[in-house]
């Protein structure tokens, strides 16, 4: 089975600066995606940025950008000029692409808080 | 829709009452997953469903929760005599195929409050 582990459960960032969010994971895997959902105060649960495993380039969605590490399986998430309305819980997770319809694996999840 | 339906958003329940959540996934996905998700903010798989099928129910516990997917009908998670421990924000995915690619689409959460 895959886990998922987010060594950090709160971190903190000074408004427009820099703050990377870690994540390991395990697999015996070599196929699979690689996601961080953002979870508001709302709850409503909100997709980052995703990472195919077969893809060395790291993802990038505006501010946001991945560091993936397949052989040390971590992928990192970076936020580059943070914003107030980045404050959130961050989540990292897992799927299988062995079109077996497999669900997600979640990380403990990450509190972010932004500082003005 | 283009998004996922989850009702209530709220439901409060006497310890040993039955609660009953719903999900209506979004239309052309196949695939429906459930999670719970504690205070603690960790994330539980519960049950997914090809369609009406039960996919994969590795993370039910085997009593007092059950769920459905019927056709033409929102999906269903029920939990039997509710716990304290039940509490939780329940969240239901959808997605359109088994790909790993296909990104999980969430519902807002249906929050239940045992008493």
């Known amino acids: 089975a895959q886990t998922v582990t987010q060594s950090q459960p709160e971190m903190s960032v000074q408004e427009a600066e820099t703050v990377t969010l870690s994540c390991t994971y395990d697999t015996s895997e070599s196929d699979y995606y690689l996601f961080w959902y953002k979870q508001p105060p709302s709850r409503q649960m909100i997709l980052v940025i995703r990472q195919e495993a077969y893809k060395q380039q790291n993802a990038t969605e505006n501010r946001f950008s991945v560091n993936f590490q397949k052989a040390a399986k971590s992928f990192s998430l970076k936020i580059s000029d943070s914003q107030l309305g980045d404050a959130a819980m961050y989540f990292c997770a897992y799927r299988s692409n062995n079109n077996a319809g497999n669900m997600l694996t979640f990380g403990g999840g990450t509190r972010l808080m932004v500082k003005p | 829709g283009e998004e996922v339906a989850q009702t209530p958003k709220h439901l409060v329940r006497g310890e040993g009452q039955k609660a009953k959540l719903y999900c209506a996934p979004i239309?052309?996905?196949?695939?429906v997953f459930w999670y719970q998700q504690v205070l603690k903010n960790e994330f539980k798989f519960l049950i997914s469903f090809q369609n009406e099928n039960v996919f994969d129910e590795t993370g039910m516990p085997k009593e007092r929760f059950s769920a459905k997917c019927l056709p033409n009908s929102p999906c269903s998670l029920e939990i039997q005599a509710t716990k304290l421990e039940d509490s939780a924000v329940y969240f239901c995915?959808?997605?359109?195929?088994?790909?790993?690619?296909?990104?999980?689409?969430f519902g807002a959460g249906s929050r239940l409050t045992v008493l």
């Open positions: 995915a959808s997605s359109p195929s088994p790909s790993g690619a296909n990104v999980l689409t």
């Open positions: 239309k052309g996905h196949s695939y």
